[in-house]
């Protein structure tokens, strides 16, 4: 059975829109640096920009420098500090005309320079303003930084793509609100997998993070009992070379570094293989697994703290100990040797996935904007 995720959603109506259209600025990486922010970002405005409720400026975190100084953005630190004053004086111009800063946040030192000026010229500028902190490292980042715990409650809100990291804020006394991300259902179509074949995915970044080495020694046992098993790796980062390595010293057939995908693109990669792996020990609510879960792919992952929040074990996936090849492949052989649990597995997130497309996730956000 395949079902376009997209037909699914064109199911819904969309609630009458308001006379008044809604005038929103939405700050955030753009994706000449392609990251999850980034794309997140980039749906938002694609999808507010279709919709009659709302009127959207995108204010890139990161604009392009004149072509005198485009020299610079070859050099990292210099470039975030020659494009700073770039950066102040766009907001200063936009958030003139807008009602709503919308914000995206990350952590630590990207906080100070992208999102907290950001919070202030609205405030100079007497806009309500939107903080929306996405990075899994915001325990530690509010334990090492009281700057973050001053500013964040200046927000009018607070907001954050699950539910987890509402607790963590909670620990610090900050109230935050979870609005899932955002999955783009035009990528994706739901295939039953019967039966399942041992063809696994990974699309994590080479970040140690993700531990992507935990992913290729689980994939060693995996082939112990499957040998045309297939692993595919999409993606890039600092890790890539180690792993590289890793599979070259197991002597490991199967495994397919396909490199960093095109957003329009990746959904034919979920649809070729069977299984989603994951082996973070890091997380927050990883669009990854929501696509696997869009898409009919089983997902097999570690349990990294945030992760239970997104995936319930043995309904919607299977979870085991962070670092634990050998648990990680123990689930992925029980997914393919019972194939009415994979199906269970699959239909149950195909259902969960529902509540990352626009229908639902942008009421969400319209309720949050009106109550602003």
């Known amino acids: 059975m395949n079902v376009p995720a997209a037909q699914d959603e064109a199911a819904h109506q969309l609630d009458p829109v308001p006379s008044k259209r809604l005038k929103l600025s ?12 980034s794309v997140q970002a980039d749906l ?3 999808q507010w920009r279709d919709d009659a409720a709302a009127e959207v400026k995108f204010i890139p975190i990161d604009p392009e420098l004149p072509s005198s100084l485009q020299w ?38 990207s906080f100070l320079i992208a999102p907290a000026p950001a919070l202030w010229i609205a405030r100079l500028r007497g806009k309500k303003a939107i903080i929306h902190y996405h990075s899994g490292e915001a325990r530690d980042h509010l334990r090492r930084f009281a700057s973050a715990r ?12 699950s539910e987890y990291l509402v607790d963590v804020f909670r620990e610090f006394g900050i109230e935050a609100q979870a609005v899932p991300n955002i999955v783009d259902v035009s990528q994706f179509s739901f295939r039953e997998r019967r039966p399942v074949r041992p063809h696994l995915i990974c699309t994590r970044g080479f970040h140690p993070y993700y531990s992507v080495d935990v992913v290729v020694r689980a994939f060693a046992e995996v082939k112990k009992h499957f040998p045309d098993a297939r692993l595919d790796l999409l993606g890039h980062g600092p890790s890539e070379k180690e792993i590289r390595e890793l599979v070259a010293s197991l002597n490991l ?13 990746i959904g034919r990669y979920y649809d070729q293989a069977d299984i989603f792996i994951n082996a973070s020990w890091l997380d927050n609510m990883p669009v990854s697994i929501m696509e696997a879960f869009a898409c009919g792919t089983p997902v097999v992952s570690t349990s990294a703290e945030s992760i239970p929040y997104l995936v319930e074990h043995e309904r919607t996936g299977l979870l085991s100990e962070v ?4 648990a990680l492949a123990e689930n992925v052989i029980r997914v393919l040797r019972d194939q009415d649990l994979s199906a269970g597995l699959a239909a149950a997130a195909y259902a969960k996935s529902k509540a990352f497309r626009w229908p639902a996730v942008r009421e969400r956000w319209l309720d949050i904007y009106h109550s602003l």
């Open 150 to 161: 001053a500013i964040l409650p200046k927000a009018d809100r607070l907001v954050v793509p």
């Open 253 to 265: 057939s199967g495994v397919h570094f396909l490199g960093a995908i095109a957003r329009d693109q």
């Open 26 to 37: 939405i700050v955030a990486a753009s994706l000449r640096y392609v990251g999850g922010q």
């Open 72 to 109: 610079v953005e070859r050099v990292p630190l210099l470039r975030t500090v020659v494009r700073q004053p770039f950066y102040l004086a766009s907001l200063w111009r936009a958030l003139a005309r807008t009602e709503i800063a919308h914000i995206f946040s990350a952590s630590y030192w």
């Open 44 to 46: 938002l405005v694609r």
């Open 323 to 326: 670092g634990n090849p050998q």
